[in-house]
């Protein structure tokens, strides 16, 4: 196995559970951006060059800038929400990931423990391929994707307006 593979995939699980286990979702920002990169460097070494830089100008550049918006115009404001109760759902929540990881790692040994994965078609990742793909046979997923995306737009305008 590939070791920057290896790292970078590692590094992305890592990132990854930090977080989800951090209490304030603006201090998972960073972890979150450490993940957005390592994931980029997973898809460097697959060859798929294209994907890499249009996941870092998109979901690094883009999607982590809105979230950090989002969680500033959303945030709590003192005396709002209500007290909280034990915290029973971190604990359960981890054991059920750690579960269904255990689940996932022992199913995919049984299926095939000693053959690789096949190499990627030629152009993968590429411009031209990756457009044919997403204006010809995905474009409605496409179009009802950026559909929810707005909805999700007004649905937080909504949410962050004042009450009168």
Do not use: N, Q
């Amino acid at each position: 196995m590939d070791p920057v593979f290896a790292v970078a995939a590692g590094l992305a699980v890592g990132a990854g559970l930090m977080v989800v286990t951090r209490r304030d979702p603006v201090r998972g920002v960073p972890w979150m951006l450490l993940c957005f990169v390592a994931l980029a460097a997973v898809y460097l070494r697959i060859g798929a060059s294209f994907l890499a830089a249009v996941h870092v100008l998109v979901y690094t550049g883009a999607i982590l800038v809105l979230f950090v918006f989002i969680l500033m115009l959303l945030s709590g404001r003192p005396g709002e929400g209500g007290a909280e109760g034990p915290d029973r759902w971190p604990v359960a929540s981890a054991a059920l990931c750690l579960g269904l990881f255990v689940l996932l790692a022992v199913s995919l040994a049984r299926i095939a423990p000693s053959s690789r994965l096949p190499d990627p078609p030629a152009g993968f990742g590429a411009v031209e391929p990756v457009g044919r793909s997403l204006f010809g046979r995905h474009l409605l997923p496409f179009e009802l994707v950026s559909i929810l995306i707005l909805a999700a737009l007004f649905g937080s305008v909504l949410l962050a307006r004042k009450k009168p």
